[in-house]
């Protein structure tokens, strides 16, 4: 019914155009609510219900005008503006789309004239350089963060577990810094680069060195390392095979040869850094040192105040009885050189394996680090020996040393390095074995006694038998246990 009334009213509206959708909603909702009024509220209570409504509205627009006439102002002031910026910006994209046809002709003519002058133009070549900088900048940037990534791969590899992978990348990453230096020797960021590098690869060996000189290293641990330190040093020098046959044909000599030369050099850096290890443990022992200085020192002091009286028995209460410390001492030094001695050498020989058919025919060759070693270590040891063990003079306690001194020796022994005779040329032993004198009647016999050290190897000979002994019965008692067994099975 909405629909008739609305066009009974609606010749009565003022004309102001067409209505458009949400005016007409409006309507038919109003003529909706009027159709479900009274006649009653239509005559009185509707006419004030609109008044206050136009009133609300009139009051809600004043409020909304106040709050935002400078918006609604300045809106309205760039709406005009707009069509005119929208005309001037036609009218320049316009003028630019014409002109880039000149713009490319003119740049086309500026590139052809130039490129024929190479060299002829400062500003267009700083130009160029520049072009080309800002191009390869990122590669660049990866240049010069390659010595930072090889540092920090050497400074992780010393202070994680996982050190293997750290150093191949590091070898890697080194490796890739040589390349570049070979497709651009002339390059100064490149030689920085490997400058840096090369630093970095100093650092690898010094770790490396460090490694060595670990006190309990492992066989796979030195294995490992010493393969390390091959491949660093090949790459530091940058050996290969044309350079090994370079130095084989200068030195006359095969690339075997060459190849055994550096093994040996290797070789002899390994047995310095156990040296140093052996070196740091015994410096360890200073506490135990000093007090046998003092010892020594007052040994010394007591045989020159006393008058030179060969007849004369050594007093009870003189120096004699000294050595408690100076024991202590040389027993840990003993047990120190016998395990690092075993240990290096054993080492030595797992790492550096004689090669098959080597022959040593030529006299002008030097001897072989692992040659001078021991010898060295011995030299060392005698003279602890020959300094601290005058300090002791208590029968038992010398003989327990030399005891031990043999089977450090026998240890050696079984490596071919048995020093077992060195306590035949100990000076002190003899005298200090001979300082009492023989009671009347037994010259003769005393002549022909023997000297100290004869007795200590002959007692270590008996030891020696008597644990083979044991062993073989042990053997042999096992062997019939076994066959007890078998035949209580069968």
């Not at 069509?83 to 003119?106: F, G, M, Y």
């Not at 060299?119 to 160029?128: C, F, I, P, Q, T």
């Not at 651009?184 to 460090?210: C, G, T």
């Not at 060459?258 to 052996?278: H, M, P, S, W, Y």
Request: proline share 4%; glycine share 4%; with cysteine.
């Amino acid at each position: 019914m909405t629909d008739p009334l609305y066009d009974l009213l609606e010749q009565h509206l003022p004309v102001e155009g067409p209505p458009d959708d949400a005016s007409v909603l409006d309507g038919s909702k109003y003529l909706t609510r009027l159709l479900s009024l009274r006649l009653s509220d239509l005559a009185s209570t509707e006419l004030e219900s609109l008044q206050q409504l136009a009133q609300s509205n009139n009051i809600s627009i004043q409020a909304l005008s106040s709050r935002s006439y400078r918006i609604t102002t300045a809106s309205f002031d760039h709406l005009t503006t707009v069509s005119d910026s929208l005309k001037s910006l036609t009218s320049s994209v316009n003028q630019i789309r014409n002109a880039v046809p000149q713009l490319d002709e003119v740049a086309l003519g500026f590139a052809s004239a130039y490129s024929r002058l190479k060299g002829s133009n400062s500003a267009l070549d700083a130009r160029k350089q520049s072009m080309l900088l800002s191009r390869q900048a990122d590669k660049l940037q990866d240049i010069l963060e390659l010595p930072s990534l090889l540092s920090t791969a050497i400074a992780s590899a010393s202070s994680t577990a996982s050190a293997g992978a750290n150093y191949s990348q590091a070898l890697d990453l080194f490796a890739h810094i040589k390349r570049l230096q070979i497709l651009y020797p002339e390059s100064s960021l490149v030689k920085s680069a490997v400058a840096e590098a090369k630093l970095s690869m100093k650092d690898m060996i010094r770790n490396l060195l460090a490694s060595l000189r670990t006190q309990h290293i492992r066989l796979a641990a030195a294995i490992r390392t010493i393969g390390w330190m091959r491949r660093v040093v090949a790459e530091m020098s940058g050996k290969n095979e044309s350079t090994d046959k370079t130095r084989a044909s200068l030195n006359f000599t095969a690339p075997t040869a060459v190849k055994q030369e550096d093994e040996e050099e290797f070789g002899a850096i390994f047995l310095c850094a156990r040296l140093c290890t052996f070196l740091n443990m015994t410096e360890a022992l200073a506490p135990f040192r000093d007090l046998a200085d003092q010892e020594r020192a007052k040994r010394l002091s007591q045989a020159e105040s006393r008058p030179a009286d060969t007849s004369r028995r050594s007093s009870p209460l003189g120096y004699t009885v000294q050595g408690q410390q100076t024991e202590r001492y040389l027993k840990k030094y003993i047990e120190i050189l016998r395990e690092q001695s075993f240990a290096t050498i054993s080492m030595f020989r797992n790492i550096f394996p004689t090669p098959e058919g080597k022959e040593d025919d030529d006299v002008l060759q030097l001897p072989s680090a692992l040659a001078s070693f021991p010898l060295h270590l011995v030299e060392m040891f005698t003279e602890t020996l020959k300094t601290y063990l005058p300090n002791i003079s208590d029968p038992a306690t010398r003989e327990s040393l030399l005891m031990q001194v043999l089977y450090a020796a026998n240890s050696l022994g079984r490596l071919g390095a048995d020093f077992s005779m060195v306590i035949a040329f100990l000076p002190e032993i003899n005298t200090m074995a001979t300082t009492s004198v023989p009671p009347v009647g037994e010259e003769g016999e005393q002549e022909h006694e023997e000297p100290e050290w004869a007795q200590v190897i002959k007692k270590h000979r008996i030891q020696a038998a008597r644990l083979e002994a044991l062993a073989a019965g042990q053997d042999h008692v096992m062997s019939r246990h076994r066959e007890a067994v078998d035949t209580a099975v069968k």
